[in-house]
T-cell receptor, first 115, second 115 residues
């Protein structure tokens, strides 16, 4: 158990809908990362937050947004969902003090199925 | 832009035999390299990382990896495979410098250890 928690574990929804994925980092970690794992794209970095502020952005669609709250938990919002958004979404966290060398610890993921 | 290649989709090994999972990278400067393992329906678990120093890095569960700068490789190894090592293995790179701490992952290699 990495100490990173994600809810829900599974999510089934319809095209055009909006969902929110939640992540709680390990105790003491200031950075939160979101990754998407799909069969065709593999594991892709979406976005990083550090202590409430956006730090880096990857291949995140404009329909997707994220935020990190004062208690350091993070939410990933996916809107106008399409079939191709079906994937496993991982959250990871790291301490955030020594950025380059840090290990990211991953949560168990949220499996999203868009029908 | 940085990239990571895992040339083998699957590696088959008999239990007790040594195993190697290959990884090559392309990045400017000195990279930070990571190996993660993913068991079915689980998140990614950190195995080991190379930051600097000794080219042979030892990690969890008896795994080790050798950094070879001239060949731009970071192959994962284990002297004696266990059936329980069967899983999906990911190599990742974090280039030096720049904002953020995103990881770029390879496509993954499925390791099958047969009794």
């Amino acid at each position: 158990d990495s100490g990173v928690t994600q809810t829900p574990k599974h999510l089934i929804t319809a095209t055009g809908q909006r969902v929110t994925l939640r992540c709680s980092p390990r105790s003491g970690d200031l950075s939160v990362y979101w990754y998407q794992q799909s069969l065709d794209q593999g594991l892709q970095f979406l976005i990083q937050y550090y202590n409430g502020e956006e730090r880096a952005k990857g291949n995140i669609l404009e329909r997707f947004s994220a935020q990190q709250f004062p208690d350091l938990h993070s939410e990933l919002n996916l809107s106008s969902l399409e079939l191709g958004d079906s994937a496993l979404y991982f959250c990871a966290s790291s301490v955030g003090r020594s950025i380059a060398q840090e290990t990211q610890y991953f949560g168990p993921g949220t499996r999203l199925l868009v029908l | 832009a940085q990239s990571v290649a895992q040339p083998e989709d699957q590696v088959n090994v008999a239990e007790g035999n040594p195993l190697t999972v290959k990884c090559t990278y392309s990045v400017s400067g000195n990279p930070y390299l990571f190996w993660y393992v993913q068991y079915p329906n689980r998140g990614l678990q950190f195995l080991l990382k190379y930051i600097t120093g000794d080219n042979l890095v030892k990690g969890s569960y008896g795994f080790e990896a050798e950094f070879n700068k001239s060949q731009t490789s970071f192959h994962l190894k284990k002297p004696s495979a266990l059936v329980s090592d069967s899983a999906l293995y990911f190599c990742a790179v974090r280039p030096p410098g720049g904002a953020g701490n995103m990881l770029t992952f390879g496509g993954g290699t499925r390791l099958m250890v047969k009794p």
